[in-house]
């Protein structure tokens, strides 16, 4: 090997690397935790990413057909202040859904909860009734209690010394709720505010970090990042779409099943039922739940069958809907859809459920894209091949016929 700069930066760079990776293996925790505090103080941008990304989706759709008969006339005040107008009006319909769907849930649970405070005292008279009844069928009657003695005294002190042990753990417990909720409120606001300005500035920011990137990296590492990147916003965009189609498509089948058996809150528990869909495979059981306890206030025999109706609901959509839908949309066929979620959710929860469905198709795309190139490849050297061979066997022929002649 000729040892020019290249090379010399190549090996010192190699056993930087691999100084530095058996410090972090000999240091795991310090590794953990400064991976931790970093995750946290860059929170509120990757929340924001995240939601940019999301309504970026919203953003295209408003900018591309609601306003397209101003696009077309290419107004030059309407070029200015575009971009301003669009993002407003999707923060607003991103709000007013919120709203809408809280203005209707939120009543529903306030009227279930007195329903269920007005039943308690009855309910209550009942349980006692049934506790009196089970203890006069053990024979146990209240002389039998009469030589039971129980020391006060203790049992105050013990009181008072749990009350003065646990007054500090419970004020610790609330000082850090109160910041968990404060800095979560803190977090939101910023990324909120990170995210319209993506938003507001997306094309820029991607000239100015596509100019960073030719500045210091190869230029064929470029395209290739680029390429990565274009793939994976398409893939991420028609995911959000799918889901929010395959949504659409549960909560419209739970509204027609509900009202063809008349069960209570039809249209409110199907809302619920759509929007927790969002979280893939699983999502409309954590609906079922909340419809489930709406629906036993009213009618505990409705409940049940709502609950059986539901479990038929999602094994229909979790082995057909889902994976034809969203499969579809982001190119992914269905059996790696369900393999993607299963993964992702046993690793990850809730985030690795919704994120392994498009992580897994980029990195499907990507090695379709590889083995087709690899595939080409070796088909062309076969031909060439082939060809020279031929060319050689020609050649060779005439040679042949004046040896034998």
Wanted: proline share 3%; aromatic share 8%; hydrophobic share 50%.
């Amino acid at each position: 090997m000729e040892q020019n700069k290249k090379n010399i930066k190549t090996i010192l760079g190699l056993i930087t690397f691999t100084v530095l990776l058996l410090v972090g293996v000999q240091h795991l925790d310090v590794v953990a935790n400064t991976l931790q505090r970093g995750v946290a103080l860059l929170a509120p941008l990757i929340l924001g990413c995240a939601m940019a990304f999301i309504m970026n989706v919203l953003l295209r759709l408003v900018e591309g057909r609601l306003f397209a008969p101003l696009n077309r006339k290419n107004y030059a005040w309407w070029n200015r202040c575009r971009r301003g107008v669009c993002v407003v009006v999707t923060i607003g319909l991103v709000i007013g859904l919120i709203f809408v769907l809280l203005f209707m849930i939120i009543p529903e649970i306030t009227r279930t909860g007195q329903m269920i405070a007005a039943q308690m005292p009855g309910q209550l008279e009942q349980f006692f009734a049934w506790v009196q009844n089970k203890l006069q069928e053990l024979d146990l009657s209240a002389e039998a209690f009469q030589n039971i003695r129980i020391d006060w005294d203790k049992l105050v002190s013990v009181a008072t010394d749990s009350l003065k042990n646990g007054g500090l753990a419970v004020f610790n417990t609330t000082v850090g709720i109160t910041s968990s909720i404060v800095g979560g409120i803190t977090n939101l606001v910023l990324a909120a505010v990170f995210s319209i300005y993506l938003l507001l500035q997306k094309e820029r920011l991607a000239v100015q970090l596509t100019h960073l990137m030719q500045a210091f990296l190869p230029e064929k590492r470029v395209e290739q990042i680029l390429s990565v990147g274009r793939l994976s916003n398409r893939i991420f965009s028609k995911f959000v779409s799918g889901q929010c189609t395959e949504a659409i498509i549960l909560g419209g089948l739970c509204f027609f099943g509900m009202s063809l058996f008349s069960m209570p809150y039809a249209l409110m528990v199907s809302v619920v039922v759509g929007v927790t869909a969002l979280i893939p495979m699983f999502g409309a059981f954590i609906g079922a739940g909340i419809g489930a306890f709406l629906i036993l206030m009213v009618n505990p025999m409705s409940a049940f069958w709502f609950l059986l109706f539901i479990i038929v609901l999602q094994q229909l959509e979790g082995n057909l809907i889902y994976p034809r839908v969203v499969g579809k949309s982001v190119g992914l066929p269905g059996i790696w859809v369900l393999v993607a979620v299963t993964i992702g959710g046993s690793l990850w929860g809730v985030a690795g459920i919704l994120l392994s469905v498009p992580t897994c198709s980029v990195l499907y795309a990507l090695l379709r894209q590889s083995v087709r190139q690899r595939l080409a490849k070796q088909r062309e050297t076969k031909r060439k091949a082939a060809g020279r061979t031929k060319t050689l066997r020609s050649a060779g022929k005439p040679s042949g016929e004046s040896a034998n002649s």
